[in-house]
Structure formats: structure tokens, C-alpha cells
């Protein structure tokens, strides 16, 4: 298998973690970028050499800004070589009821969950595009297909990522770089492990297979979508929500 590099925003998350960690798996060399004021990084690459994944090259900057993707962009090209893999993971809640929603909550899960995609796939759609080759890989949820009640703006902004996918997508299809839309149900990370028992079980007993994603299973996902086998899908909305919403 042809080794490549997969860049992964978002990547020190539970999910992310899960992407990174099945892409390496794959035989990827993978860039775990973070967030500049996550600060657990040390903690985070002890438990990935625990676990045996050793060659993480790590990038920090905020997705949100233009000049840190930019930037994390050069540093991950000039430690691992070009992006041929790019998984829009990272994310970020500000949940409130509409009429209680203030415009800074709005603006953040917007600039985050959205806005990033333009930010990022920016720095490498082009050159994949000129190298005939590239995987983009957006992470949206299973609320921004079926909505969710005090979450107009994280709603919206993963509506939003399936709609740039299926455009760009569109616009790439012959140059040999697919650009594909995951959409996760509820996943079971150590933030939602941490809800109340109670409530973890009434939003357990909503899904219709009765259990929570796991984790790899959206690395898993992530892999195919970045395979050689995955070449004739594009634009594509790939479901992980264990029957909660069909479309």
C-alpha cells in the first residue's frame, strides 16, 4: 500500500483521537493537529506511545483563523511531506435555545465547524488536484441532517459542511480527489460517557440499535473513504447514527 500522509484537525478529541489512530493503523504517516489551548498534548502523545502509535506528528493552531491553517499547513508538509489525506474534524458546541442564544455562540460554532473548511482545504485541495490524487474528508453529525432543538447554530454549520462537500466534490471530481461527508450519531467519546447515567440512557434507548457509535467505527469510515477502493465516491454523505435518522 502507498503510504500517505493524512492531516487531521480536531485530532487530541475523542474522535479525532479514533481518526488518527485508524488511519495509522491503515499505514498512514498522520499530522495530529490541535488546538492551541488544548492543554493535555503530553498526556496525549503518552497514551498514543502506550497504545503503540509512536510517529504522530503533531501541528497546533486554531482552524478558525486563516494564518494558523496556513501555518499548520507548511509545518505538517515540511515534517511529513504533502497532504494527500485532509479529515475536517474539529468542532466545537454552543448549545442554547434559539431565543437565548447570544451572537458570540453563533459566530464560534460557525467559525469552527464551518468556516475551518474553507480555511483548510484551501491550503491543500489545489496541490492534490495538481498531483491527481487527494482525500477530503468532512465530519458533519446526524444533526445537521435531521436538526436539533437548541442547536440552531452547530445544526446549521453541519448542514452546511454536507453542502460544501457536495459542491466541491462536484468541482473536483476529475482530478482524481474525492470529497466525501461523515455523519456521526451519538459516539461514545469520554465526554458523552461522562453524562449522567440517566441521561446516557435515554439517549441510548432513542437509537434504534441501542448503543452508542464506537469511536473507530467513524475511524473506520475515515480510512475507507481515504482508500484507493473508495476512488468512484464522491459527494456522498456516509450515515453512522445506528438507524437514528434515515435519508
Known amino acids: 500500500m502507498t503510504q500517505r500522509v493524512a492531516f487531521v484537525t480536531g485530532a487530541m478529541g475523542g474522535l479525532g483521537t479514533a481518526i488518527c489512530q485508524e488511519l495509522a493503523k491503515a499505514g498512514h504517516k498522520v499530522v495530529a493537529a490541535y488546538h492551541p489551548q488544548f492543554d493535555n498534548k503530553e498526556e496525549w502523545l503518552k497514551e498514543m506511545t502506550a497504545a503503540g502509535f ?6 497546533a493552531g486554531d482552524v478558525s483563523s486563516w ?36 451572537r458570540d455562540g ?13 480555511n483548510m482545504t484551501k491550503q491543500v485541495s489545489t ?15 446526524v444533526n445537521g441532517l435531521k436538526g436539533q432543538a437548541g442547536q440552531t447554530n452547530y445544526s446549521a454549520a453541519k448542514a ?20 466525501n461527508a461523515v455523519c456521526p450519531g451519538y459516539v461514545a467519546t469520554k465526554m458523552v460517557m461522562a453524562i449522567k447515567p440517566e441521561i446516557l440512557q435515554t439517549i441510548i434507548e432513542g437509537v434504534p440499535m441501542k448503543r452508542l457509535c ?32 434515515y435519508q
Open 67 to 102: 494564518d494558523d491553517c496556513v501555518k499548520m499547513v507548511a509545518e505538517a508538509e515540511a515534517a511529513a511531506g504533502p497532504v494527500d489525506i485532509l479529515v475536517n474534524n474539529a468542532g466545537i458546541t454552543r448549545d442554547r435555545m434559539f431565543a437565548k442564544m447570544e
Open 106 to 118: 453563533w459566530d464560534a460554532v460557525i467559525a469552527t465547524n464551518l468556516t475551518s473548511l474553507f
Open 127 to 141: 496541490k492534490m488536484a495538481e498531483r491527481g490524487w487527494g482525500r477530503i474528508i468532512n465530519i458533519s453529525s
Open 160 to 179: 452546511g459542511v454536507i453542502g460544501f462537500s457536495k459542491a466541491l466534490a462536484a468541482e473536483l471530481a476529475t482530478k482524481g480527489v474525492t470529497v
Open 54 to 59: 509512536n510517529d504522530f506528528v503533531c501541528v
Open 214 to 245: 464506537k469511536p473507530e467505527e467513524i475511524g473506520g469510515a475515515c480510512v475507507y473513504l481515504a482508500s484507493e477502493l473508495a476512488g468512484f465516491m464522491t459527494g456522498a454523505t456516509m450515515n453512522l447514527n445506528g438507524g437514528l435518522y
